[in-house]
T-cell receptor, first 115, second 108 residues
Framework: KAGVTQTPRYLIKTRGQQVTLSCSPI?????VSWYQQTPGQGLQFLFE???????NKGNFPGRFSGRQFSNSRSEMNVSTLELGDSALYLC??????????????FGPGTRLTVT | GQSLEQPSEVTAVEGAIVQINCTYQ??????LSWYQQHDGGAPTFLSY????GLEETGRFSSFLSRSDSYGYLLLQELQMKDSASYFC?????????FGTGTRLQVFP
């Protein structure tokens, strides 16, 4: 089985711009979560989607949004980028039917740099 | 709020045993997970404790005490490849809340 894939792997944007990141989960996984990782704040939960519905949201401003498609692929969008949004954005998928929803499989991440 | 605290760094030598602690201040966690992340890599799942007690998976064991809001990851027979960051994570209703992370350095 192919792992979780994320595109692009690296991205440089300017303050005020917006960005869209993409995540393809492991085949059969319908739950997709997004995390932001920074040296200062660690790994922080952004949101989780299941069957195209956002079920959980972390403590991030409304500039951060996401969606999930019928094939379970997910995108996250950050609008009006700020310098502090520079981070590694990780996507993770899990299978609820496996009985192990706590076992999340992470993609390699998208390294976003805001200048 | 929910928070999970870990020591920032731990060092050990090859072949030794090391314990990485995780204390949390929250309620409602279904269980505690542990993830490993090598520099430049993605976090990978190591173990999960749904119940109090010890779970063993090869060289790694994980322990949970809900009454003490405390857990730990025990790594035995350390190898150089174990040098990485380790995160505890509380699992609660389809989301993981990660701890502050512990960087483990293994020396020859």
């Amino acid at each position: 089985k192919a792992g979780v894939t994320q595109t692009p792997r690296y991205l440089i944007k300017t303050r005020g711009q917006q960005v869209t990141l993409s995540c393809s989960p492991i085949s059969g996984h319908r739950s997709v979560s997004w995390y932001q990782q920074t040296p200062g704040q660690g790994l922080q939960f952004l949101f989780e989607y299941f069957s195209e519905t956002q079920r959980n949201k972390g403590n991030f401003p409304g500039r951060f949004s996401g969606r999930q498609f019928s094939n379970s692929r997910s995108e996250m969008n950050v609008s009006t980028l700020e310098l502090g949004d520079s981070a590694l954005y990780l996507c993770a998928s899990s299978s609820l039917s496996s009985g192990r929803p706590y076992e999340q499989y992470f993609g390699p991440g998208t390294r976003l740099t805001v200048t | 709020g929910q928070s999970l605290e870990q020591p920032s760094e731990v060092t050990a030598v090859e072949g030794a045993i090391v314990q990485i602690n995780c204390t949390y201040q929250t309620s409602g966690f279904y269980g505690l997970s542990w993830y490993q992340q090598h520099d430049g890599g993605a976090p990978t799942f190591l173990s999960y404790n749904a119940l109090d007690g010890l779970e063993e998976t090869g060289r790694f064991s994980s322990f949970l005490s809900r009454s003490d809001s405390y857990g730990y990851l025990l790594l035995q027979e350390l190898q150089m490849k174990d040098s990485a960051s380790y995160f505890c994570a509380g699992y609660n209703t389809d989301k993981l809340i990660f701890g502050t992370g512990t960087r483990l350095q293994v020396f020859p």
